[in-house]
């Protein structure tokens, strides 16, 4: 009986290896883990390709004004570059015109025109140029070149006056030139100081010509100084009030 056992098994030799395959892991045939942590994205024998290295944040650039601005792209530097209040893109500390995108110019002379002519020859804030910035209720000096020619033969006896003041404001200052030769350019250098008005903005400087007695009479007839009625042209000097 012994030999014929043997016999069946050698026959099956073949078969019997086929039909006990096992796992090379050494578990049991049918077994799904060998003890090994699983790979976490499910690729069986597949190792992942490193991804790259951090890369630390760079650090905080300097910023001497505090302005939130690096020292490198300050534009500005010592003032606020966050700060521009007439949104011209330039920050206010470095903008000299703070009532615009730019400093107007202001030619001069600046004539009324006319029979009875009136103009500024020469207008200069503290010796400098005729456009400024003030804060609100500051006093300036100023000097001007004011000038009158009287061709007006209508009136050859009349008394002539020169007046300056804010166009839609307050007059601040009157060159009374009397009753001048007709068809004579005359000219006086005045000084004086001015106070900024106290609404921010620009304010220009205007002239007008009158004929009444002096710069004070017919005060019934004067609206804010000026003779019969505020003038607004033409511009002979500006202010930026912030």
Known sequence: MR???????LGGLTATIAACAFDPTGLPPGGNNDGRPADPDGAV???????PPPIDAPGPCSDDDGDTVCNNVDRCPGSDDRRDADSDGTPDGC????CGPTRPTISLPAS???????????????????????SPGATIGFGDTVALRDSNNACPNCSDQVEVGFAGGARFQCV????????VTQ?????????????????DVVIKVAQASNCTSGG?????????SVPTA???????VR
């Open 112 to 134: 009324t025109g006319g029979n009875l002519n009136a103009s500024i020859e020469l207008w200069s804030f503290n010796f400098g140029p005729n456009v400024v910035e003030l």
């Open 95 to 98: 903008d000299d015109w703070d």
């Open 3 to 9: 030999p014929r056992r043997l016999g069946l098994c």
């Open 234 to 240: 033409p511009i002979v000097a500006a202010v930026c």
């Open 187 to 203: 000219r006086q250098l005045r000084t004086g100081s001015v106070t900024a008005p106290s609404a921010p903005g620009r304010h």
């Open 220 to 228: 019934g007839s004067r609206v804010d100084g000026w003779w019969e």
């Open 176 to 183: 009374d030139f009397g009753d001048p030769q007709q068809g």
């Open 45 to 51: 024998a597949t190792i992942d390709a490193p991804g």
